[in-house]
């Protein structure tokens, strides 16, 4: 039962309450251009380029579609929640192919965020032009609008972090033990999402600690409790990885992680990306990011917004929890420096488009803290003369950023240069494919060719991988009782199998082979007819 302190906090800081009409016309505008949107980008082909993104559908459709079907399918560097919420949704040939399998998750999570970002901005400010100014930073964010519509695991990630501020904003005012768990079980679902949540629980962890009542000892059980169960996420990561890999860390260090990928392009081109082991020139990359895909116009408003919440934090603690939304800024920063997470603009070299969606992560306190110049204490006049101010900026901004067209916009450019569905290699196997295959079972590198089950229409039912365990452990002795077909590409791990277990696949021929400068050479096998 919550103490005396607390139930006196509750009676004397009752949460602000936002008008039933306010809410409603919320609403409405945040649906109509969650759907505009995403009609809009799905429409003109540029939902389901990002290379992630296919295998994010991937991901999501092995999970029911595998000769190993379930828990066998989960992997070791992506984090399964986003997977398994679009797992049902990918069983349709149509969705998953199209990739509207996670778009509609991500336009969900997209609406859900800008609803919230709207009750944070209006219930910590005591009025609806402060909201109304959050929910237009979110809103008129042409870069957010658009991962809204893709398969990517960004938009599920700000929603989780966005619902987690809002539940510990609500247990501040109240202490009560039901926001307190609200915050826990989105800070759970945010670590099963991204691993930038990982990095929020501490911080979320000393801001339990910070805003709770009692004595020191009470304030602490409660800060334990929540970081105790938030952190059943991270934990149930190291012990799946444990267990299915032998190595707690196989998603930092095992195959296909940015350590390893990062290993691999030092041991074959000794490029280093531009910000290893320097923090400084990470915050200069990370910026500068912040500045292509959220725009200038917003930055300035945040930094006004973050003026105006330090000092009002001097008079209350209302608006605290907010602080959690920065914390993906030190987090990429530190990433960037010294966990092999790289990102590229095209301002600064190599002066290329890689990973600048990033930046969105800090989309929530860009959007909510501008809100903050719009306090309480502001009378209504100038309320609005600032508001209005904040809306021509903001809608400027848009024009601008979509002036040239959505190809243009930095992070649609980077999704259509990086594609994997242009690559050459891909595209000569799906053009076999499309004209010879029979429907028997093909062996292929998991995760090496993203494009080609989705544009051949072969079901991953229809394919063995290394992720598929005990029918890989066949493959070094009788691959003709498991498969008929072969894809090896070079360097990947059914060429590392062949090269090691050559006479187990004698009956198999070269049916199609091709090489492409840069991508590398692959072929295609069939087995002999008897």
């Not at 494009?451 to 039912?461: D, N």
Request: aromatic fraction near 12%; include cysteine; charged fraction near 15%.
């Amino acid at each position: 039962m919550p103490d005396a302190s607390i139930e006196s906090q509750s009676t004397a800081l009752k949460p602000w309450r936002v008008p039933a009409s306010a809410n409603c016309a919320a609403s409405l505008v945040i649906l109509g251009i969650t759907c505009a949107s995403l009609r809009f980008f799905y429409s003109h082909g540029l939902s389901n380029l990002y290379g992630d993104g296919l295998a994010h559908m991937e991901g999501a459709r092995r999970i029911f579609d595998s000769i190993t079907p379930g828990y066998s399918e989960i992997g070791s560097v992506w984090l399964p929640l986003y997977h398994l919420i679009c797992a049902p949704l990918a069983q349709n040939d149509f969705l998953w192919r199209s990739g509207l399998a996670g778009g509609i998750v991500s336009s969900i999570a997209f609406a859900l965020t800008c609803y919230f970002l709207f009750r944070l901005g209006a219930e910590m400010n005591e009025n609806v032009a402060a909201g109304a100014v959050a929910l237009s930073g979110a809103l008129l964010a042409p870069s957010f609008l658009y991962l809204a519509s893709t398969p990517l695991t960004e938009p599920l990630a700000i929603l989780w972090l966005t619902l987690a501020v809002y539940a510990l904003f609500r247990y501040s005012l109240s202490g009560s033990w039901k926001a307190l768990a609200g915050a826990a079980i989105a800070a759970l679902m945010g670590t099963l999402t991204r691993y930038d949540m990982w990095n929020v629980l501490p911080f979320a962890a000393v801001l339990v600690f910070a805003i709770s009542t009692g004595r020191w000892r009470q304030r602490l059980a409660r800060a334990l409790l929540f970081s105790g169960f938030a952190g059943l996420g991270p934990l149930a990561w190291l012990i799946h990885n444990a267990y299915r890999f032998g190595n707690p860390l196989e998603f930092y260090n095992g195959p296909g992680s940015a350590m390893d990928i990062y290993a691999h392009q030092l041991a074959t081109t000794a490029f280093a990306y531009p910000t290893d082991g320097s923090l400084l020139l990470s915050a200069v990359y990370y910026l500068e990011d912040l500045r292509l895909v959220i725009g200038a116009g917003t930055l300035v408003l945040a930094v006004l917004g973050g003026v105006a919440w330090c000092v009002s934090l001097r008079q209350s603690r209302r608006a605290v929890a907010a602080v959690l939304l920065i914390v993906p800024l030190p987090f990429y920063i530190q990433a960037m420096a010294h966990a092999a997470v790289p990102l590229y603009v095209p301002t600064l070299f190599p002066h290329t488009y890689y990973n600048l969606r990033y930046g969105m992560e800090m989309i929530a306190a860009a959007a909510l803290f501008p809100s903050f110049v719009l306090a309480a204490g502001v009378g209504n006049r100038r309320r609005l003369a600032v508001l209005l101010i904040f809306l021509a900026v903001l809608g400027g901004q848009c024009v601008h950023m979509t002036s040239r067209g959505a190809q243009e916009m930095p992070i649609v450019k980077e999704s259509i240069l990086n594609t994997p569905c242009r690559n050459q290699r891909q595209r000569a196997i799906i053009a076999y494919l499309r004209a010879h295959y029979d429907g028997k079972r093909v062996m292929a590198a998991g995760g090496k060719w993203p494009c080609v089950m989705p544009e051949a229409g072969i079901h991953f039912r229809d394919t063995l991988n290394i992720y598929n365990r005990p029918q890989w452990a066949q493959m070094r002795v009788e691959p003709q009782k498991w498969v008929e077909w072969i894809i090896r590409g070079e360097g990947d791990e059914v060429d590392d199998l062949m090269r090691s277990y050559p006479q187990a696949f004698r009956d198999f021929e070269i049916v199609d082979q091709g090489s492409f400068p840069g991508e590398g050479g692959y072929e295609i096998y069939r087995m002999r007819s008897k």
